[in-house]
């Protein structure tokens, strides 16, 4: 039996191990170009890292601080759930290890030779160990581990090549750095193809070298994954005197370097280097993998150098680009939005349109205010460009900006900064509670009257992932929107969660009641016999209050529709139970990233949200959740619903066993619809 599941229930961790394993099976599926497979199996091992800093980071502090405390659907202990991960983990680690081969033999075909020198045991060409001796001894920093110079800091996911060493009659370790200012691929180019070596492979074959007045007697690659669990959510915070709390964040997130160990990964089974280092960084054996590949394999994603053009093409998604909205010509897209509704979906639509809206609000005359939520930006922001401009121009321009959106702290900070320089106004959220909702509101003045326009959307305020995720975004001049819209920011600027609104659902006070309350309308009509159905698509359902409803939903016969990319807390096909759920998981070129919520059949409500059904969302994060109250968008996204629905080729869907199981039936990927059809 296994102890992740119980009853209707499976457990959060073991969830999330299994969607990023549906991730690693885009790497292995071969309708997918070979290049597009090398990048989903760089995207699972760069998933696997930040599962390891922040959720077994947070599971640590668990069982340090409340080692008896129970997860609320398995009951499971931190102990429990750390044990089951780690075990799991290492099934992970072979079947990545099998894919990575894999994909190195199709890569060989294309004369493209990844070099293993661990594995291979061979003898490098000349032109290598050139490039070792000129351009990269000079610069590293060997440094022997003694009494006087005891095991320096290991950063966070930072190569380190591990030596075990004779001198005389003495046995010692050497630690060498991997240098990170050099490129990560060096290459030698033949006939027969490239042959390419990265970085830590390079230093671990010549580290012999650098250590040449000692013999060596083992040597191992290292890298260790720290602990990121610094979320604000968990900080103790005393308002009165940590009154900036920029300054108090910096010191956090520079922290993350020191926090503890929680996973070790090496090169080859090197036993005295293991013991060595899980004495001195104080973790246990479990807790250290041995990795026969690659450590990470970001590399991968810059193989598109190495080939030629004629030859991209058919290893490579082809280009997408998306709609251009056009629009009524001789009318601003100010006029036209005031006119009607707009409706994008991302990345199927372009985000331009909302982009060319900032611009316009900040030179239109008839333009008073901009205000405007922050969670993630672009590194170079046409929106951070748009709010300065307005400043410029006299707009009174204010920006909620959460600096605790997790690794994306110092960016946010950054552009703080430089928000305030242009004269806006600057507001880091409301105490420990994350602003993650996603809400634009341009506030118009014609003489003494005031008209609104509101974007609402699921995703960030990102022009980079609003090409790779999937969003849905409404903007609207509607007037009670905009006053809820004004209402929001009105009371976040004064730190004032407990406000209600006439049509918008926030978190922390009436999301979660406004969309339980939806489930148990829809499961009275299926008491009264009458037709109900629910609709709803996110990244992840955690909350129990939502998992019980959902259960009466079904116990009732409401057919219960869940469409749920990563984290399903909830197990369908249960007699009795979860009998009327399906539960199927999308994963495809694009990251499914929108949240809907879907109540009835015909002229079904359907809300769009910034927030999954997770506790910290609906309880501890500031969200929005929308109605759609215009009937031509309420139709275009219950046709996108049906059509995800219908999706066979790029979803799976979860069985009563807890296992993702793939339909044999045929079925076009819903991504690629969308990319080809309006809706």
């Known amino acids: 039996m296994n102890k992740f599941i119980k009853k209707t229930y499976i457990n959060r961790e073991y969830s999330w191990l299994k969607f990023n394993e549906r991730v690693l099976g885009e790497a292995v599926c071969e309708s997918n170009p070979l290049l597009e497979r090398c990048k989903f199996l760089s995207i699972f091992t760069s998933n696997l890292d930040e599962f390891f800093m922040v959720r077994v980071g947070s599971l640590f502090n668990d069982l340090l601080n409340n080692p008896?405390?129970?997860?609320?659907?398995?009951?499971?202990?931190?102990?429990?759930?750390?044990?089951?991960?780690?075990?799991?983990?290492k099934k992970i680690y072979e079947f990545r290890a099998r894919t990575a081969r894999e994909i190195f033999v199709q890569l060989k075909k294309e004369k493209i030779k990844i070099e293993n020198v661990r594995l291979e045991n061979k003898v490098l060409s000349k032109r290598f160990e050139k490039y070792f001796q000129k351009t990269m001894l000079p610069?590293?920093?060997?440094?022997?581990?003694?009494?006087?110079?005891?095991?320096?800091?290991?950063?966070?996911?930072?190569?380190?090549?591990?030596?075990?060493?004779?001198?005389?009659?003495?046995?010692?370790?050497?630690?060498?750095?991997?240098?990170?200012?050099?490129?990560?691929?060096?290459?030698?180019?033949?006939?027969?193809?490239?042959?390419?070596?990265?970085?830590?492979?390079?230093?671990?074959?010549?580290?012999?070298?650098?250590?040449?007045?000692?013999?060596?007697?083992?040597?191992?690659?290292?890298?260790?994954?720290?602990?990121?669990?610094?979320?604000?959510?968990?900080?103790?915070?005393?308002?009165?005197?940590?009154?900036?709390?920029?300054?108090?964040?910096?010191?956090?997130?520079?922290?993350?370097?020191?926090?503890?160990?929680?996973?070790?990964?090496?090169?080859?089974?090197?036993?005295?280097?293991?013991?060595?280092?899980?004495?001195?960084?104080?973790?246990?054996?479990?807790?250290?993998?041995?990795?026969?590949?690659?450590?990470?394999?970001?590399?991968?994603?810059?193989?598109?150098?190495?080939?030629?053009i004629e030859k991209l093409a058919s290893l490579k998604y082809l280009p997408f680009n998306g709609r251009q909205i056009h629009l009524p010509k001789n009318n601003s897209i100010i006029k036209n939005v005031l006119a009607n509704d707009l409706f994008l979906s991302y990345p199927f639509d372009s985000m331009d349109a909302f982009l060319d809206l900032l611009d316009s609000a900040s030179t239109e005359k008839c333009v008073a205010s901009i205000k405007i939520t922050i969670y993630r930006l672009d590194k170079q922001s046409r929106i951070v460009e748009a709010l300065r401009r307005a400043s410029r121009n006299g707009k009174d321009v204010t920006a909620i900006i959460e600096l605790a959106a997790r690794f994306d702290e110092e960016n946010n900070l950054h552009f703080a900064g430089i928000l305030?320089?242009?004269?806006?106004?600057?507001?880091?959220?409301?105490?420990?509670?994350?602003?993650?909702?996603?809400?634009?509101?341009?506030?118009?003045?014609?003489?003494?009257?005031?008209?609104?326009?509101?974007?609402?959307?699921?995703?960030?305020?990102n022009e980079g992932t609003s090409r790779v995720y999937t969003d849905l975004n409404i903007i609207t001049a509607d007037p009670e929107i905009g006053a809820d819209a004004v209402n929001f920011f009105r009371c976040l600027s004064m730190g004032d969660l407990n406000f209600n609104c006439n049509k918008l659902l926030v978190s922390p006070k009436t999301l979660k009641e406004g969309l339980l309350q939806k489930i148990k309308e829809q499961t009275a009509l299926a008491k009264?016999?009458?037709?109900?159905?629910?609709?709803?698509?996110?990244?992840?359902?955690?909350?129990?209050?939502?998992?019980?409803?959902?259960?009466?939903?079904?116990?009732?016969?409401?057919?219960?529709?869940?469409?749920?990319?990563?984290?399903?807390?909830?197990?369908?096909?249960?007699?009795?139970?979860?009998?009327?759920?399906?539960?199927?998981?999308?994963?495809?070129?694009?990251?499914?990233?929108?949240?809907?919520?879907?109540?009835?059949?015909?002229?079904?409500?359907?809300?769009?949200?910034?927030?999954?059904?997770?506790?910290?969302?609906?309880?501890?994060?500031?969200?929005?959740?929308?109605?759609?109250?215009?009937?031509?968008?309420?139709?275009?996204?219950?046709?996108?619903?049906?059509?995800?629905?219908?999706?066979?080729?790029?979803?799976?869907?979860?069985?009563?066993?807890?296992?993702?199981?793939?339909?044999?039936?045929?079925?076009?990927?819903?991504?690629?619809?969308?990319?080809?059809?309006?809706?």
Not at 573 to 587: A, D, L, Q
Not at 612 to 629: C, G, S
């Open 68 to 89: 008896h405390v129970r997860e609320n659907k398995t009951e499971l202990t931190p102990a429990e759930q750390l044990n089951g991960i780690y075990k799991y983990t």
């Open 420 to 461: 305030k320089e242009a004269g806006c106004t600057v507001i880091y959220g409301v105490g420990n509670y994350k602003v993650h909702s996603k809400i634009a509101l341009i506030i118009l003045k014609n003489g003494e009257n005031i008209s609104y326009i509101t974007h609402l959307g699921t995703g960030n305020y």
């Open 139 to 308: 610069l590293l920093n060997p440094i022997i581990l003694d009494s006087k110079h005891p095991l320096i800091h290991l950063d966070n996911l930072k190569m380190y090549v591990m030596v075990h060493l004779e001198h005389g009659s003495k046995n010692f370790f050497g630690i060498l750095p991997v240098p990170d200012k050099y490129e990560k691929l060096i290459s030698d180019q033949a006939a027969a193809g490239v042959t390419i070596i990265t970085i830590e492979e390079l230093t671990y074959y010549f580290a012999d070298k650098v250590f040449a007045n000692h013999k060596v007697l083992s040597k191992s690659l290292v890298r260790l994954t720290r602990s990121a669990d610094v979320d604000t959510e968990i900080f103790s915070v005393d308002y009165e005197s940590e009154y900036d709390f920029s300054k108090l964040l910096k010191g956090k997130v520079a922290s993350r370097q020191k926090l503890q160990t929680v996973r070790l990964e090496l090169s080859g089974d090197c036993k005295v280097v293991k013991d060595f280092l899980c004495k001195h960084l104080n973790i246990a054996h479990y807790q250290c993998f041995t990795i026969k590949n690659f450590f990470d394999y970001k590399f991968l994603f810059s193989l598109d150098k190495y080939l030629p």
């Open 528 to 679: 009264a016999g009458k037709p109900a159905k629910i609709i709803c698509k996110m990244n992840s359902l955690t909350d129990l209050d939502f998992i019980k409803e959902f259960i009466k939903a079904s116990s009732a016969g409401v057919k219960v529709y869940l469409i749920v990319r990563g984290v399903c807390c909830l197990l369908p096909g249960v007699p009795g139970k979860t009998e009327n759920i399906r539960v199927k998981s999308i994963v495809g070129r694009f990251l499914e990233h929108s949240r809907i919520y879907s109540f009835g059949n015909e002229n079904s409500e359907i809300y769009i949200s910034s927030a999954d059904l997770m506790t910290r969302n609906t309880e501890k994060r500031v969200e929005i959740a929308t109605p759609i109250t215009d009937g031509k968008i309420r139709s275009k996204i219950s046709k996108m619903l049906d059509i995800m629905l219908a999706d066979n080729e790029k979803a799976s869907y979860l069985a009563a066993n807890g296992k993702y199981i793939k339909k044999s039936e045929p079925g076009e990927s819903s991504q690629k619809y969308f990319m080809e059809n309006m809706v």
